[in-house]
């Protein structure tokens, strides 16, 4: 990924020039392994009380509402001649 | 039954409640995503660069900026005259400037704009002419109408003192070449000649863009992550993960990394025996309005065609008779012709050029990678040059 590793089937894209230093990608990495820690806490037994005792239409709708909205995300498209599109 | 009542409406105000919640809370996620390098490789919605134009039917909106995420992650902004290019003035400099009008590869979204063709193109001129601009004209998807309507437009705004045009010949063999619905396309009058058609700005979608809700909608695109989500997924269509992927599509404009037999026959029934008709006559149509607007404006246009493979065994020299066609008709009418194919194999060699193309697990197959685009920057360099007045 970005250029590193074998140079043949990495292709010659290099490292996105956006300003993300060591700390921020540091950082991104964090955030990243901040979701398998959430992922985890949810199994709790702590969790699961918590989320019986908030139980109800709000709670129901918010996470109904999430995960549609995650899914109504497109999946990254690697068709590279599918154009433009308004 | 009061009772029952306020326990109705508290479910309906918590309902609406949590559906509000979720949109917030993914806004907030999405823009986290966003500002952070997390959006090199978390999902997320893709910018939505273009919009309507009248001359062309869409073209690229002024300084939007975001994450393209097709074949190759990119951070893309476009410019202050809305282009895929760095800002620049409108008016002319003091050194020469030279527009250069295509399509996606052209365009090159998935590469830094500094790394692009005609980026490359405009550094290495500047050395030989101070001043010089090389200006990006690449739209995603460009037909040959497109093009010639997008040079009568931007082009001639911007005073070049040369152009170069590239044609992609894929596009010509493509049986929609003529539809003009949702941009400028070439379509006969009653005698059968080949025009400039604008049938899309008659269309309810291109009214919309136009209106004033039409500019809500495009704020809402620039200012909204959950406004994208649902464009987004209105474009690839509601169930689009379950449908087959568009292989036609596909083919029509894709650089084959290698040569096969009868890869160049569709060409040579286009340019040496006149079939398809109409795609014959949709190309005659092109280089008879190029060279209109080579006449009437006095700066050289340099046609460049790309995708008609070279450096594959040709026992029967089909390609060298196609391009003698091509070059024929092309400077019969006054303008230059540059063979992009030929001068890609010269540059890397036959059996390199698939490496230009394509990227990571992909290479060989799709857009103009960094290398590339260093290639056709140098190649468009040298053609412009030669173009410039001494």
Known sequence: MFGAGDPGGAGTAPLPNDGAGGALIALGCAGLLALHWLEGYLHTRRTVLLMRRLDGP??????????????????VQENPFIYFRF | MPLMLRRIGRTIVAVLAGLV????????????????????????????LYGPDFATGYRHRVNVSGMWLTE??????????????RDRPLAHGSGPRAVIVGNSIIEAVQVEESQTSSAVAEQILSRQFPGAEVVNLGLSGARPAVEVARLQSQGLVLAP???????????????DATDDQEFTGYRPDAQGLF?????????????????????????????????RIINDRKNVGLFAELSPPAAAVAQAYEQAPTGHAGILDPYVALWLKGEPAAARAV??????????????????????????????????????????????????????????????????????????????????????NVAGNRVYGEIFADVIARALPR
């Open chain 2, 161 to 175: 003192d040369v152009a170069v045009v590239v044609i992609d010949a894929g596009i010509l063999i493509t049986p």
């Open chain 2, 72 to 85: 190759h992650r990119n951070f893309v902004r476009t410019s202050n005259l809305g282009l895929r290019d």
């Open chain 2, 283 to 368: 190309f005659d149509a092109f280089i008879r309005d190029l060279a209109a607007i080579h006449r009437d404006n006095k700066f050289p246009i340099i046609v460049a065609t790309r995708n008609i493979k070279a450096g594959c065994p040709d026992p029967d020299d089909k390609r060298s008779a196609l391009i003698a066609v091509i070059r024929a008709q092309v400077e019969g009418a006054g303008m230059r012709f540059v063979d992009l194919d030929a001068r890609e194999v010269a540059a890397v060699g036959a059996d390199r050029d698939a490496d230009l193309y394509g990227f990571g697990a992909n290479l060989g197959i799709g857009h103009l």
């Open chain 2, 195 to 227: 025009h400039l058609s604008y049938g899309f700005r008659n269309t309810s979608g291109y009214r919309f863009r136009t209106s004033r809700a039409g500019q809500a909608f495009y704020w809402l695109l620039d200012h909204s992550e959950i406004a």
């Open chain 2, 21 to 48: 919640l979720a949109m917030l809370l993914i806004e907030v996620f999405f823009r986290v995503i966003d500002a952070t390098p997390l959006r090199w490789v978390l999902a997320e919605p893709q910018v939505s």
């Open chain 1, 58 to 75: 709000l709670l129901r709708t918010l996470i109904a509402s999430l995960a549609f909205w995650l899914l109504l995300l497109p999946k």
